[in-house]
């Protein structure tokens, strides 16, 4: 198969990789990529949702299938594209229609699927410009701490926790009428605050059956201890400690199987990853969201535990024989540890020449996140830079060989955190 990859950060270099260590990958193409995709296929300079540059790349390179690794392609419909266009109708598309990527698009339109099926969420109301003053009025009576979302992509900085009625007023106020988050902020959901610990959970799908892959725990805020500002993410660990088989199955019952079933009974074409953002709130799963690709930095965690020929897994999704397929995963624990920019996630140098990234083993590969090839040199290229993971019988002896080897690598202004998965250490 000749395939075409569309990202550049560490997600889409776990990907390339597991896609380029099966038999039946012929050509890999990435783009844009980065230095560390580089290593699996060939990079092309081209954007991700440039559907028409990217019709006649696929054509002149006689492509088999299309995998977009973020978001950003599929919610501005890159399946439907395809689909419609009768030159590129024989050419897969991993991921789901425009309609299906709302259920990431958009925090309303998936609060609205989760009540139509009776899927565990928290408790919410949507507003707008023209019922801001109904708004105003409920954030005044809601108990503390309240939550509010922009609808829309905000790059994962659309969510803010406000901890009293006055800051919770003056965030509403910007992103309804200061437009904080541009158009994805035009409608803002307010929710219930839930207290629990949180947990990711991807499956993949045709629509219709679906398989589950290993769960993963990420870890967003800056600083060690989970203090300071959140970010896109600064580690992951894989498997959850108390995500069992009991509390498993409860997702499974509660929330995966009535989400397929929902996007079965709509009528929704979904071919690709589901992810579930949960959070144990008692021994309880709830949605926090949902996102229409694997998430970052768990990808660089599960990617690794997961033993099956991820092209088979494809195929198998696009032919309808998912249901036939078995997941097999690796029993080591994994633990990533991110290595980031110093002034991540404000203002930060790019540009920094790193040294010292060790070739992959059985046990350690180091992704790269934010990361270009210039002269001969890697140099840092965004705020996330690289991704350390590690494999090993737990999870304190992966973050232990995770963090050495964030020891070893250097660049300036180097940032990262020890104590990733600190909870069940």
């Given amino acids: ?75 501005n419909g890159i399946y439907d594209f395809f689909k419609e266009d009768v030159s590129l109708q024989h050419i897969p598309v991993m991921g789901p229609s425009r309609e299906g990527a709302q259920l990431e698009g958009s925090k309303a339109y998936a609060k609205l699927f989760m009540e139509r099926h009776r899927i565990p969420t928290a408790a919410y109301r949507e507003f707008n410009e023209q019922n801001y003053e109904e708004g105003v009025a409920y954030i005044q009576q809601h108990s503390l701490p309240i939550v509010l979302k922009a609808d829309g992509l905000a790059a994962g900085k659309g969510v803010v926790i406000a901890f009293s009625q006055e800051e919770a ?25 839930l207290t629990g610990i949180e947990l990711s959970v991807f499956v993949l799908t045709d629509g219709h059956s679906y398989q589950i892959l290993p769960e993963a725990k990420d870890y967003k805020r800056i600083g060690e201890g989970d203090k300071g500002l959140n970010t896109g993410g600064m580690g992951a660990v894989s498997p959850v400690p108390f995500a069992d088989a009991v509390f498993m199955k409860k997702v499974e019952d509660k929330v995966i199987k009535p989400t397929i079933d929902g996007l079965s009974k709509e009528g929704i074409v979904y071919n690709g990853f589901v992810f579930f953002g949960l959070i144990n709130v008692d021994g309880e799963p709830l949605v926090i969201e949902y996102n229409c690709r694997m998430g970052d930095p768990e990808t660089e965690v599960v990617m690794p535990r997961l033993k099956n020929d991820l092209l088979e897994l494809f195929q198998a ?22 290595l980031v920019s110093k002034g991540y996630p404000e203002a930060y140098e790019k540009n920094k020449v790193i040294t010292g990234i060790p070739a992959p083993t059985a046990d350690q590969v180091v992704f790269h996140a934010g990361t270009k090839a210039e002269g001969g040199n890697v140099l840092t290229n965004g705020g996330r830079v690289l991704a ?38």
């Fill in 317 to 338: 999704t696009i032919s309808g024989k998912l249901k036939e397929q078995t997941i097999y995963v690796d029993e080591r624990a994994a633990s990533t540890v991110m």
């Fill in 169 to 193: 007023l003056t965030e509403f106020e910007q992103m309804i009428k200061a437009s904080k988050f541009g158009d994805a902020s035009k409608k803002v959901v307010i929710e219930q605050f």
């Fill in 388 to 425: 350390i993971t590690s494999l090993a019988g737990s999870l304190s002896q992966a973050l232990s060989h995770s963090v050495q080897t964030a020891e070893k690598i250097q660049f300036d202004g180097k940032v990262y955190r020890r104590d990733i998965g600190y909870e069940f250490i």
């Fill in 1 to 75: 198969m000749n395939i075409l990859l569309l990202g550049s950060g560490g997600r889409e270099h776990a990907l390339a990789l597991k896609m380029s260590q099966s038999p039946l990958c012929k050509q890999l193409f990435i783009a844009p990529g980065n230095a560390g995709t580089a290593q699996c296929g060939q990079n092309i300079n081209m954007g991700v949702s440039d559907f028409q540059q990217i019709k006649t790349f696929c054509l002149e390179n006689a492509i088999d299938l299309v995998v977009p690794g973020s978001e950003e392609a599929l919610v």
